[in-house]
Every structure is written in structure tokens, then in C-alpha cells.
């Protein structure tokens, strides 16, 4: 089971490095404004609420094959997310510790302190503007986000391989194919 959290904290990376690299790199100039920011989080979300699902589910079709020592259990996928959710307090501690105890003022004063900013921001990027870091804080909001969404994503994705509902194939039944009107 060990190796089966440690892909949803792999997947939480992947989506996170992507999410941070890409609002940097090509849409840096959008998500520094206000609504910018707000609809590449929206969708930064999405995109991560879909990969831990997508993640859980393959995870449970695994667990559900005969040779596999591991069981398929309904609320499993309950458990899956703790080590993401382990390694984001302890970004966030690492980053509150940065701003209460390593910093002057409203600056930063040493290279920990930058490193342990910069990795939570990034661990979080998805999250960006809904969370509102500020100099060692964060929102209400950016607390309840970053603790309850990678649960419920995984807690769906793995019931839904647990009672074979496939999500993906549901959509890609309303994707519309044109007929071959040659007879071939």
C-alpha cells in the first residue's frame, strides 16, 4: 500500500511541477491578475481533481486483479492521499517557519527560507489563487482546499473502480464519430 500512495503524491508532483511551469513560463502575465488567476486555478484544479481520480480508479483495477496481493476495499481511497496531504504540512510548516522565523520584516534572509517558500508555492501552484499566500499565510479557503480535495478525488476515483464505473468511458460514449458513408 505504500507504493500505492506514494503514486498519488508521484501524481500530486507531476500536476503541480506542469501547473507551475506552464503559469510561469507561458501564462505568467494571466495568472498574476486577479480573474486571470482565478480561471487558471479553476482549471489547474480540475485538471488535478481528474488526475487523482484517474490515478485512484487505475489503483483500485489493480488491487481488484487475482494476482495481485493487495484487496480492493470501498473506502480505501480514503486512505490513499494521506501521504499528500503528510508532505503538504510539511511544505507549509517548513513554509511558516520561513516567514515567522527566517525573514525581516516582509523579506526573506536567508537561501532556506526561499527554497522552503518557493517548494510549498509550487506544491500548491494548482491552488494559486484560491488560496492567497502572503508572506506566511493563507486563506480559510486555501486550508480546507489543499486537506479535503485530494480525499474526495481519491475517495470517487477509487469507489468508482471499485464498483466498475468508468468514468472516461461514459464520456467518451458522448463523443460523436461520423459514419463512413463510402461503404468501407
Known sequence: MIHQILRLIKTHTYVAFFTFVFGMLFLASIVTTKTGGFIFSLLATLIYFFAIYNTSF???KQDKKSYTKTMP???K????????????I???LLYIISWNFISIGKEL?????????ILFIMWSFMYNSFINLYQG????????????LPFVAS????????????????FLKMVYEKKNTEGK
Open 109 to 117: 534572509i536567508s537561501v532556506t527560507a526561499w527554497i522552503n517558500n
Open 77 to 88: 481511497g480514503l486512505v490513499l492521499p494521506v501521504g499528500v496531504l503528510a508532505v503538504s
Open 58 to 60: 487505475d489503483i483500485c
Open 73 to 75: 476495499h470501498k473506502l
Open 155 to 170: 475517495a470517487l476515483g477509487y469507489y468508482a473502480g471499485y464498483v466498475d464505473f468508468d468514468i472516461n468511458e461514459k
Open 90 to 92: 510539511l511544505l507549509y
Open 137 to 148: 499565510n493563507m486563506s480559510l479557503f486555501g486550508y480546507i482546499i489543499i486537506a479535503v
